[in-house]
């Protein structure tokens, strides 16, 4: 199996995920250019944290219309798995692969710390390798995480069981004051319906060795492992061009 | 042709910017105002289309890309034809 | 026609002008006058300071480039190199705190990067009037939301730093931004132009009118007209710079350059010139085809204008298409603006027509130098007498309202809006005594800190500088770091005031015998002169900034109590002194005294023997005394500390209980280490000629202090932990 992780201009949290997929999860990674049309045959597509070209117009609204993203709508939608991480999770958004939107955070500051969020649902394929009720300590980095949407498309999102990760106080109460960012009904982290995209606002892949304070962000990945480890070789596009491993 | 779009949010969606700016005037004395809205200003270079043809590439730009429309509202004009 | 009015307007003596019509031969036109106005001025020529930072310490085993480039480099090995310095911004940033922090940063990263080095770290020390004007609160906002909106889209995490408060700074804040990069030893680049016929490329973003004349600015005095330079301040594209931070290193990494420069102060001009004089050659440029924002600008404004991310760079001819693709693919433009010849001069054209003529040695090297008259700084205000000064009745009280005081109170309001964990290095977040970034796939770490009280200084620059020396070193020491290197940063009021200069004189022979007796070399840094509005300045305020190494990031200590039952043991000695401290200054309304003494021989063994004992795996945490006091330095270590463990201390000291509370004294260290090694730990303080005693036990829910067996200080944890935490954020309560 093989991870890629897309490289916008502005991303700045690239090489952070490569860094946890390859060198920590031990797992083939390659990046994926922005620019290309190729998604080189890889599993999972991650979209990294970051400022994809500036997003001085809104949050994730110009990357949407990059090349490569055209290849992932289209390989989401053929089922194949998509995280999107932060400015991944709002690009997502754009792209209408995940429902809703973001605004700035409600006390309009950039906010960098460490969150508690509650596993809502483990048995996507991103938290599978978690408990339902459990509580992962991730840091969040944002000035846009206010998630939002319309009170249909959120009821439509609960009762679908949706909603992934919610923020939380560190015995999993979902809190007023745990919600740093003000989002509706604490939602940290959503699904589409189908269950192959996930986006989600704290970074796991900052929470990924002991070193760094916190090894919780492992979950995620090594649920993501799991599911593809076991359902190899799913949906692979046929006879693609030959794919790269490094 | 030169159009102005304008953007904001729509008006079930909170604007905490445009409620600061509220705040701070009142901390300030301007009683009178009673609530701001936060937008932003797109000033629009056009060339070699028609009235008419701005009419209907105007909003396409807004809506596709300007505006997310699950939060934010457009209203436009033009300012100039040549 | 040039005359008295137009040379006062460029900041240029009469003098200077009669050297310049000497060393160019000529009159000068008035781009002509404008390049040496921005060259010759205090910020980019040193004119007033040179002489004395000659007195610096620069050499050392590790030193690969000392202070005269963009930025100092030092081996850490394994085949790899820091580069690292700080800067200020100050003057733009009262102007307009958002941008002038915000470009701040940004010229310190393009100092970084144009080396080849891959900016890691950002760490800044800022000083403002006190938060409870909104003014002051308004300036910290924007300043803090400037370094925030740049540093966080670049991808470079804010590490750590420092926040003081004094109405001194209310009209003059202080914004100095320091940066790290880390880069292979193989692959450093300069900023040279060498070889005849070499082809010189301009990218990144175009030339506006902004910024015009922003070096002379920060070489002058302010007042009240200064309010209305706003259209002279830069506006950041954090966007923009990360473009050409990826393309740089990616043409960098590729060795297909000869040389690149950064356009910081002084733009176009500054970066040509500088180029063409440390490669001993001239250099021709078209400024037709220079990449202009705005319609009709002059040669002056091209050649003057400070618009922010833009680089200059030499390739060879053969090169540039290769190069050029790099920037395309990063969707930046790399045209060719002109050409590196031989001879020395600077010819630069426009519409056909050469502007400038001159030789580049005048303008980069032969700036003058001036030993500026010095009177003695004046003795410091006299301590009040201890026999009189009253006795606070609730010294309980008194520790609460110093850790609410805005300098000591907690500052995660300002570090929570930097984004400090992007990259995957930080090990210790901010809060601890110095930041500590992991080298990834080594066991190596990097430690580093910023350091500098400038009410010590006010009231003895030459001490105040040595304890800014080696405060940063017991901050580094702290977390199990050996220091490695210095940069700094020396904010002063009007060098042209004997007073000033002779707080700078001070001050330097301070940092110098520092930084001698810790064998650190000083590898660049920054002056700024001119901190002065409506004629008051600054506190005069030296910055150190100062770069470690921890051998096994394994060893690293934290500064919180780790659990109940350990040994707190204090190393140094607490003398009676309350001179300059926080204390005094908050409580009494007193800004009085001498400054804590500072024996730097002492202060390096208490240092080496923490740095030891830390290696031989003895200590649990260590954390070093400062603003404050050993009262404030305890709440800290339990604030930081898991589950917030008390502690309590049993002292039989002589001297006031205040003084023993909150007095400054310096080279010491609060440490905890398991009572089974407390006999060890002490008996090799005795051999090692450090003063160490057991004072108490961690544990309970209070900070408990007790003199002779009497309660001297009792307060719960909790109630010191809310004194200090909701201090600062109390000030911005977002009103709804």
């Not at chain 2, 105002?33 to 289309?49: A, I, P, S, T, W």
């Not at chain 3, 400024?287 to 002059?298: A, F, N, S």
């Amino acid at each position: 199996m093989k991870f890629g992780v897309v490289q916008f201009p502005g991303s700045n949290c690239d090489f952070d995920a490569f860094h946890a997929l390859r060198n920590v999860m031990k797992r083939p990674t390659v990046m994926l250019w922005h620019k290309d049309h190729d998604l080189q045959g890889v599993d999972c597509v991650v979209l990294p944290g970051g400022f994809a070209y500036g997003d001085y117009l809104r949050v994730g609204a110009i990357a949407r219309f990059s090349p490569l993203m055209q290849e992932v709508r289209t390989f989401a939608r053929g089922g194949g798995r998509v995280l999107g991480i932060c400015n991944g999770f709002q690009v997502l958004l754009e792209l209408g692969l995940l429902p809703g939107a973001m605004l700035r955070n409600k006390d309009l500051k950039f906010l960098c710390q460490h969150v508690h969020i509650r596993v809502e649902d483990a048995k996507t394929d991103f938290t599978r390798a978690a408990r339902k009720g459990q509580v992962l300590r991730i840091p969040i980095a944002h000035f846009d995480g206010n998630y939002y949407a319309p009170a249909r498309t959120l009821r439509d999102i609960e009762r679908n069981g949706q909603v992934v990760f919610r923020y939380c106080e560190a015995d999993g109460t979902v809190t007023a004051e745990a919600n740093v960012n003000g989002s509706m009904g604490n939602i940290a982290g959503i699904r589409n319906t189908e269950g192959n995209v996930l986006g989600l606002m704290p970074h796991p892949e900052r929470a990924s060795e002991a070193l760094l304070g916190s090894e919780d962000g492992r979950t995620i990945f090594e649920s993501l492992i799991l599911s593809l480890e076991r359902r190899k070789p799913a949906r692979r596009p046929a006879a693609g061009k030959a794919a790269r491993h490094d | 042709m030169k159009v102005r779009i304008l953007v904001s949010f729509k008006d079930s969606v909170l604007d905490p910017q445009g409620q600061t700016v509220t705040n701070a005037l009142h901390t300030m004395g301007y009683d009178a105002v009673m609530n701001v809205r936060q937008g932003k200003v797109f000033d629009l270079d056009l060339e070699g289309v028609t009235r008419k043809e701005a009419e209907a590439l105007v909003p396409e730009i807004a809506h596709r890309v300007l505006a997310n429309p699950i939060i934010e509202k457009f209203d436009w004009e033009i300012l100039k034809v040549r | 026609m040039i005359d008295k009015a137009l040379l006062d307007q460029h900041n240029l003596t009469e003098d200077e002008y009669r050297l310049i019509v000497e060393l160019i031969g000529k009159e000068p036109n008035l781009t002509e006058l404008g390049i040496f106005s921005v060259m010759w001025s205090e910020h980019c020529g040193y004119k007033s300071s040179r002489v004395h930072l000659k007195k610096l310490p620069t050499e050392g085993s590790r030193v690969v480039q000392g202070p005269g480039e963009n930025a100092g480099i030092l081996d850490i090995g394994d085949g790899q190199v820091v580069v690292f310095k700080i800067e200020s911004h100050n003057h733009p940033s009262y102007i307009e705190p958002y941008q002038g922090a915000a470009t701040g940063v940004g010229g310190i990263l393009r100092d970084i990067f144009t080396m080849g080095a891959r900016p890691i770290a950002v760490l800044d020390s800022l000083r403002f009037g006190p938060p409870d004007d909104p003014k002051n609160r308004s300036v910290m906002e924007g300043v803090v939301s400037g370094i925030a909106g740049y540093g966080n889209s670049i991808g470079v995490p804010t590490v750590g730093g420092e926040v003081y408060f004094d109405p001194c700074y209310a009209l003059n804040p202080l914004v100095n931004v320091f940066c790290l990069g880390l880069a292979d030893k193989d692959k450093i680049f300069y900023a040279k132009a060498e070889g005849a016929g070499n082809k010189v490329l301009y990218v990144g973003a175009k030339t506006g009118r902004d910024g015009i004349h922003g070096a002379t600015m920060a070489s002058a005095e302010f007042g009240k007209e200064t309010e209305h330079k706003r259209p002279n301040v830069q506006v950041g594209d954090p966007f923009r710079e990360k473009l050409l931070v990826e393309a740089c290193l990616e043409v960098m990494d590729r060795g297909i350059i000869v040389g690149i420069q950064d356009m910081g102060a002084a733009g176009l001009t500054c970066s040509t010139m500088e180029m063409a004089a440390k490669g001993g050659m001239g250099i021709v440029v078209d400024l037709d085809k220079v990449p202009q924002r705005e319609i009709g600008m002059t040669p002056y404004e091209i050649l003057l204008s400070e618009s922010q991310e833009r680089m200059l760079l030499v390739a060879a001819p053969e090169k540039v298409a290769a190069v050029q693709a790099i920037f395309a693919k990063w969707d930046l433009d790399a045209p060719v603006i002109g050409e590196v010849i031989e001879g020395g001069r600077a010819r630069i054209s426009f519409k056909g027509e050469v502007v400038v003529d001159v030789p580049v040695d005048a303008v980069v090297n032969l700036c003058p130098a001036y030993n500026r008259p010095i009177v003695a700084p004046a003795p410091p205000p006299p301590a009040p007498d201890l026999d009189v000064l009253p006795l606070p009745a609730d010294l309980g009280d008194v520790f609460l309202k110093i850790l609410a005081s805005p300098t000591i109170a907690d500052k995660q309001w300002v570090f929570r809006q930097y984004d400090h964990m992007v990259q995957v290095n930080t090990v210790f977040l901010p809060g601890a005594d110095a930041a500590v970034l992991r080298i990834k796939g080594s066991k190596k770490a990097l430690a580093m800190t910023l350091d500098g009280n400038g009410l010590y200084t006010r009231l003895d620059p030459r001490t105040g500088a040595r304890i800014a020396v080696a405060e940063a070193c017991r901050n580094l020491a702290c977390v199990g770091a050996r220091p490695i290197g210095v940069t700094n940063c020396l904010n002063f009021g009007n060098p042209e005031k004997p007073e000033v200069m002779g707080q700078f004189e001070q001050a330097v022979t301070g940092i110098a015998e520092a930084c001698r007796t810790f064998a650190i070399p000083v590898t660049g840094g920054n002056v700024s002169f001119y901190n002065d509005t409506e004629g008051l300045s600054i506190h005069p305020t030296p910055v150190l900034g100062i770069v470690g190494i921890i051998k096994d990031i394994r060893k690293a200590v934290r500064p919180g109590f780790r659990a109940a039952g350990d040994t707190v043991v204090l190393i140094g000695e607490s003398l009676e002194e309350l001179g300059g401290t926080e204390y005094l200054k908050t409580f009494h309304g007193l800004e009085a005294g001498a400054p804590p003494a500072i024996d730097l021989e002492q202060e390096k063994l208490n240092q080496e023997f923490l740095l030891d004992s830390i290696e031989a795996g003895l200590i649990r945490s260590a954390h070093d005394l400062s603003e404050g006091g050993l009262a404030v330095a305890l709440a800290e270590c339990a604030f930081h500390g898991q589950g917030q463990v008390g502690c309590a201390i049993d002292l039989d000291d002589a001297g006031r209980d205040d003084a023993l509370l909150f007095g400054e004294s310096q080279s010491r260290i609060v440490v905890t280490c398991r009572r089974a090694n407390v006999a060890g730990l002490l008996k090799g303080a005795v051999a090692a000629g450090v003063p160490a005693k057991a004072i108490g036990r961690t544990g309970g829910t209070a900070i408990l202090v007790r003199r002779s067996g009497r309660e001297i200080l009792h307060v719960p944890v909790d109630e010191a932990f809310h004194a200090w935490k909701d201090s600062l954020p109390a000030f911005f309560k977002v009103r709804t």
